[in-house]
């Protein structure tokens, strides 16, 4: 079975999804996800990797915004996984599930009731 599953949440409804991509060495990406503020949040359901695209423009922040931030910790950069091309879903910058999850700590207060289905 999985390893990353969403957490239970009566007020969020989460979805599989399966998206191919010539970006990811399986040819697909294998997801959980649900939508918030107009964004998808994703979760990839083998290795956890989150789609932190979708938490920042949910925060009402600009992609460009992402580039800087992670400029900042040249240490990230190695851990993330660039997804372009394909479908506009999975686009942008994804993140080890640890990461994002220290980085929602941080930036994310205004909507930690909706990211509950992804950190509990």
């Not at 083998?46 to 800087?68: E, F, H, P, Q, R």
């Amino acid at each position: 079975g999985q390893r990353f599953r969403p957490y239970t949440s009566s007020t969020h409804h989460v979805t599989k999804g399966r998206y191919i991509t010539s970006n990811d060495p399986r040819g697909y990406i294998p997801v959980y996800e649900y939508p918030l503020n107009g964004q998808w949040i994703m979760l990839d359901m083998d290795d956890g990797y989150v789609l932190w695209t979708g938490i920042w423009k949910a925060l009402g922040n600009s992609k460009a915004d992402i580039v800087k931030m992670i400029e900042s910790q040249p240490d990230l950069a190695s851990k993330l996984r660039r997804v372009r091309g394909g479908y506009l879903k999975i686009q942008g910058t994804w993140m080890p599930y640890e990461i994002a999850l220290r980085l929602a700590r941080r930036v994310a207060w205004p909507i930690r009731h909706e990211l509950i289905p992804l950190f509990g």
